[in-house]
Structures are given as C-alpha cells and as structure tokens.
Nanobody
Framework: QVQLVESGGGSVQPGGSLRLSCAAS????????MAWYRQAPGKERESVAS???????FYTNSVKGRFTISRDSAKNTVYMRMNSLKAEDTAVYYC??????????????WGQGTQVTVSS
C-alpha cells in the first residue's frame, strides 16, 4: 500500500507564491509518475503538472512559465513551486502517484488534497 501526504497549501494574494510538497511512503516502484491535479469549485479535476522517474515533465498550458515541478526520488517526494499566482489558480490541489512494473502491473494512488486560495 502507498500513502501520499500533501502540504504547503494556503492563502496568498495575486502575484504571490506557494510551494506544495507531496511525500509518498510505502511500496514505491522504481518506475513511476508523480503528478499534481487541481479541482476548482464546480469544475472537473484537471492535470496541472507531472514528472516521471525518468525526468520527463509535463505542464498544462495555463501554468507554463509560472509553476515548476521537481522531485527528490531519494525521499519519494514531489514539489511544485507556484509563482505569479492568479485567482483562477484557486482550487484543491491533489497529488497522484502512478507506478508500473515491467510486467505491466500498474497502480495509482491519490493524496487527500490541499487547498490553495488566491485572493486579494
């Protein structure tokens, strides 16, 4: 089993910054992807950024140039630095771990979510 614990959310004014962290514990495979999703009130959950164990990185267009995802594989932790925050970034942010084996077995886990509020 795997547990994901997120931290770093909070309230900030427009233009401000936050750093989210997500620490994974338990049975972590060497091949994996760690990602951040977000869900705003009344909207569907959307992918924000992801990083694979091989270092491949994805950002959704709306956060490119403002958010930076990184990971410490030794600590099984993923981070997301969020700069130049906008009101539309307000959402609950969720961490996801997807992992797989060479035989094709996959598993996926989610954190409990952390609230990010951007407001003046």
């Amino acid at each position: 089993q795997v547990q994901l614990v997120e931290s770093g959310g909070g309230s900030v004014q427009p233009g401000g910054s936050l750093r989210l962290s997500c620490a994974a514990s338990g049975s972590i495979f060497s091949s994996n992807l760690m990602a951040w999703y977000r869900q705003a009130p009344g909207k569907e959950r959307e992918s924000v950024a992801s990083i694979t164990s091989g270092g491949n990185i994805f950002y959704t267009n709306s956060v490119k140039g403002r958010f930076t995802i990184s990971r410490d594989s030794a600590k099984n932790t993923v981070y997301m630095r969020m700069n130049s925050l906008k009101a539309e970034d307000t959402a609950v942010y969720y961490c996801k771990l997807r992992q797989w084996t060479t035989s094709g077995s996959t598993s996926e886990y989610w954190g409990q979510g952390t609230q990010v509020t951007v407001s003046s």
